[in-house]
């Protein structure tokens, strides 16, 4: 992702889900395959779902991959992650990752909390 005035979450967010597309039309029973995989690892369980994309988003701060931050993020949000629970995984993976992760952490992970402001609980 270029990190550039005219870019944003959003339209990040956009270009992976049309990369995911695209993907899926060439490898139908790879994605499938994938797909389904990653649905259960998602489910509620003994961890629940909102839990579960906190995880999801330390990962991908500590891997420094900047669409699943975006993916994360949103996926926090959208089960209920409040502002203050998101900075403190961020705090917990600068803490495993240092620098590099803190950087993901203070810089992409506030775009987002930012640009989905309204999504915010």
């Not at 005035?5 to 039309?25: D, I, M, N, P, R």
């Not at 891997?63 to 931050?69: A, K, V």
């Not at 992650?81 to 992970?109: D, N, Y």
């Amino acid at each position: 992702m270029e990190n550039n005035q005219t870019s944003s979450v959003h339209e990040a967010l956009l270009h992976y889900k049309a990369g995911v597309g695209q993907f899926t039309k060439q490898m139908p029973e790879i994605a499938s395959k994938y797909n389904e995989f990653a649905e259960a690892c998602f489910k509620e369980g003994n961890l629940s779902q909102k839990e579960k994309q906190l995880i999801a988003l330390g990962i991908s701060i500590y891997s420094q991959d900047e669409y699943c931050i975006i993916y994360h993020m949103k996926g926090c949000l959208d089960h209920g992650c409040t502002k203050e629970e998101i900075l403190e995984a961020v705090g917990v993976t600068g803490a495993f990752g240092g620098g590099a992760a803190m950087s993901q952490g203070v810089t992409l992970v506030e775009e987002c909390l930012q640009e989905f402001g309204n999504d915010i609980h």
